[in-house]
């Protein structure tokens, strides 16, 4: 059997979207399952909207992921250079194969005049098709049209226009008349390759067995196939991944329908695990309810025929389900020390001076609360810093604001001095005294507990009281009462 090599080619033109990254994990889970080779290439002819540092971007957003590449940038290889810009002679190469074959032809014909043809056709309510245009270069020996063609001047495909029938792996047997088939440009005016024509040659010379890309390049595909057979290249498994769409399900998902690029969700404190669970998710299931899925999970499960030919509407909500999902799977699976090195950066900067051991603390307590990891700077302030008393968020809360102010205090003098007394400050002791202050009180448990968590910690939500009371220890919690019963006192 032929190894199986996939690759991804994304372009160096800004910033890692969503859709860029599931056409990197479908080929590196078929990489993977099947033994075989996954390759990341750059495809940077497109010069005019390169943008610096995006290629370090891309290498460091698919490390985060744990999408290890097995030839390309950094990771060499025998079929290099991995970057298109670095493999113009190749393009060259095969370029001139089709001249001398009759299959391509130099046309230097002016943009404007080209625009015109386009122009006329459009009026005309006409399919626009070049080759309908074709200009006399066209028809000049091959040996003529190599001397033609040099730096500066176009190279076209010269179509022999037919039907097409092939076989796509995600959208099932497709064809297509001659009408799509067109003299699309292999080498742009700069000497470099148009993508119609470099991916071509990249997957032919670096052996790739699948292509998986967007459903936008579907109706593409016969010029393709008209390459491959005029190059005499056997032609790579299609797998044509349908669009991820917008919430609203009308269209493709962009940036305005409130998508973030993968950085973003990075320092927004989404885990790489839960990001790549989703994504992958995102228009693949394998018949079963099971949603959960880590890498390894993932390179089993994978199967081509799964994938979804349809839209698979995005879903942000669900990105964050994820997440609070694999941090409570890494802190019972891993252990808190694991969870608490993806911590670093998150914390408030009250947390600074803290300790490794406390800060630890807090989160084997807050963590299963946390839907990102950049919650921890809006949930665990108090841990670090005394709360500012707002007497509004006792005297309003619903189960305290039918309490006089005197009810309050005596209920917090009780607690005081009770918690002044005890020796065991744990956890399991904690929870015995405040049970046993919650009979004496003969309050409601919401009401009794609900004074207390407010007055140690003045947040909207905190973990079980009896946790909080323990991991803030007795010298903060007992400060943090006498200042709320004084403040009730002199209010």
Same mark, same amino acid.
């Given at each position: 059997?032929?190894?199986?090599?996939?690759?991804?080619?994304?372009?160096?033109?800004?910033?890692?979207?969503?859709? %860029?990254?599931?056409?990197?994990?479908?080929?590196?889970?078929?990489?993977?399952? %099947?033994?075989? #080779?996954?390759?990341?290439?750059?495809?940077?002819?497109?010069?005019?909207?390169?943008?610096?540092?995006?290629?370090?971007?891309?290498?460091?957003?698919?490390?985060?992921?744990?999408?290890?590449?097995?030839?390309?940038?950094?990771?060499?290889? !025998?079929?290099?250079?991995?970057?298109?810009?670095?493999? *113009?002679?190749?393009?060259?190469?095969?370029?001139?194969?089709?001249? =001398?074959?009759?299959?391509?032809?130099?046309?230097?014909?002016?943009?404007?005049?080209?625009?015109?043809?386009?122009?006329?056709?459009?009026?005309?309510?006409?399919?626009?098709?070049?080759? %309908?245009?074709?200009?006399?270069?066209?028809?000049?020996?091959?040996?003529?049209?190599?001397?033609?063609?040099?730096?500066?001047?176009?190279?076209?495909?010269?179509?022999?226009?037919?039907?097409?029938?092939?076989?796509? !792996?995600?959208?099932?047997?497709?064809?297509?008349?001659?009408?799509?088939?067109?003299?699309?440009?292999?080498?742009?005016?700069?000497?470099?390759? #148009?993508? %119609?024509?470099?991916? /071509?040659?990249?997957?032919?010379?670096?052996?790739?067995?699948?292509?998986?890309?967007?459903?936008?390049?579907?109706?593409?595909?016969?010029?393709?196939?008209?390459?491959?057979?005029?190059?005499?290249?056997?032609?790579?498994?299609?797998?044509?991944?349908?669009? /991820?769409?917008?919430?609203?399900?009308?269209? *493709?998902?962009?940036?305005?329908?409130?998508?973030?690029?993968?950085?973003?969700?990075?320092?927004?404190?989404?885990?790489?695990?839960?990001?790549?669970?989703?994504?992958?998710?995102?228009?693949?299931?394998?018949?079963?309810?099971? $949603?959960?899925?880590?890498?390894?999970?993932?390179?089993?499960?994978?199967?081509?025929?799964? /994938?979804?030919?349809?839209?698979?509407?995005?879903?942000?909500?669900?990105?964050?389900?994820?997440?609070?999902?694999?941090?409570?799977?890494?802190?019972?699976?891993?252990?808190?020390?694991?969870?608490?090195?993806?911590?670093?950066?998150?914390?408030?900067?009250?947390?600074?001076?803290?300790?490794?051991?406390?800060?630890?603390?807090?989160?084997?307590?807050?963590?299963?609360?946390?839907? #990102?990891?950049?919650?921890?700077?809006?949930?665990?302030?108090?841990?670090?810093?005394?709360?500012?008393?707002?007497?509004?968020?006792?005297?309003?809360?619903?189960?305290?604001?039918?309490?006089?102010?005197?009810? =309050?205090?005596? @209920?917090?003098?009780?607690?005081?001095?009770?918690?002044?007394?005890?020796?065991?400050?744990?956890?399991?002791?904690?929870?015995? $005294?405040?049970?046993?202050?919650?009979?004496?009180?003969?309050?409601?448990?919401?009401?009794?507990?609900?004074?207390?968590?407010?007055?140690?910690?003045?947040?909207?939500?905190?973990?079980?009281?009896?946790?909080?009371?323990?991991? =803030?220890?007795?010298?903060?919690?007992?400060?943090?009462?006498?200042?709320?019963?004084?403040? @009730?006192?002199?209010?």
């Amino acid at each position: 059997m032929k190894e199986v090599r996939t690759r991804f080619a994304p372009s160096p033109t800004g910033y890692i979207h969503i859709g %860029n990254v599931r056409s990197a994990i479908y080929p590196y889970l078929i990489a993977r399952q %099947n033994g075989g #080779t996954f390759i990341l290439r750059i495809e940077d002819t497109d010069q005019a909207r390169y943008v610096e540092g995006a290629t370090d971007l891309i290498k460091d957003t698919l490390k985060w992921l744990g999408l290890e590449w097995d030839e390309g940038p950094d990771a060499g290889g !025998e079929n290099g250079p991995y970057f298109q810009t670095e493999r *113009k002679e190749h393009y060259h190469e095969w370029a001139k194969k089709l001249i =001398l074959a009759g299959r391509a032809y130099a046309d230097d014909t002016a943009p404007e005049v080209i625009d015109s043809y386009r122009k006329a056709d459009n009026d005309a309510k006409v399919p626009y098709l070049y080759h %309908n245009h074709r200009p006399a270069n066209a028809d000049k020996t091959p040996e003529e049209n190599l001397a033609l063609w040099t730096e500066g001047v176009p190279l076209r495909f010269k179509a022999e226009p037919k039907s097409y029938e092939w076989h796509d !792996e995600v959208m099932g047997d497709m064809k297509t008349g001659p009408e799509v088939c067109d003299d699309i440009i292999l080498i742009k005016r700069d000497g470099l390759p #148009t993508y %119609n024509f470099a991916h /071509i040659v990249d997957d032919a010379e670096m052996g790739i067995t699948h292509i998986a890309r967007g459903v936008e390049y579907l109706s593409s595909t016969p010029n393709y196939l008209a390459l491959y057979e005029a190059l005499g290249i056997e032609h790579p498994l299609f797998l044509s991944l349908p669009h /991820i769409l917008a919430p609203t399900g009308n269209k *493709k998902l962009g940036k305005r329908d409130g998508a973030k690029s993968v950085t973003e969700y990075r320092d927004d404190g989404v885990l790489p695990e839960a990001l790549l669970n989703y994504l992958a998710c995102l228009g693949w299931n394998d018949g079963t309810e099971q $949603e959960i899925y880590s890498k390894e999970d993932l390179i089993k499960a994978f199967s081509i025929d799964r /994938i979804q030919n349809s839209g698979a509407r995005f879903d942000e909500v669900k990105i964050y389900w994820y997440n609070g999902q694999w941090i409570r799977k890494i802190a019972t699976e891993q252990g808190f020390d694991e969870l608490y090195k993806r911590t670093a950066g998150f914390w408030p900067e009250s947390a600074d001076s803290e300790t490794d051991e406390y800060k630890l603390k807090v989160l084997s307590i807050i963590y299963d609360r946390l839907k #990102t990891l950049s919650d921890l700077k809006t949930m665990t302030n108090y841990f670090f810093v005394d709360p500012k008393v707002d007497l509004s968020l006792i005297t309003e809360n619903k189960f305290l604001k039918k309490l006089s102010e005197s009810e =309050l205090v005596d @209920l917090l003098t009780m607690t005081i001095e009770r918690l002044n007394d005890i020796e065991d400050w744990s956890e399991e002791n904690l929870q015995t $005294e405040l049970n046993d202050l919650l009979a004496k009180s003969g309050k409601k448990p919401a009401e009794y507990f609900s004074l207390v968590r407010i007055a140690v910690s003045f947040a909207p939500f905190s973990p079980a009281l009896h946790q909080t009371l323990s991991v =803030l220890g007795r010298d903060k919690v007992l400060h943090r009462l006498n200042a709320v019963r004084t403040a @009730l006192v002199h209010d």
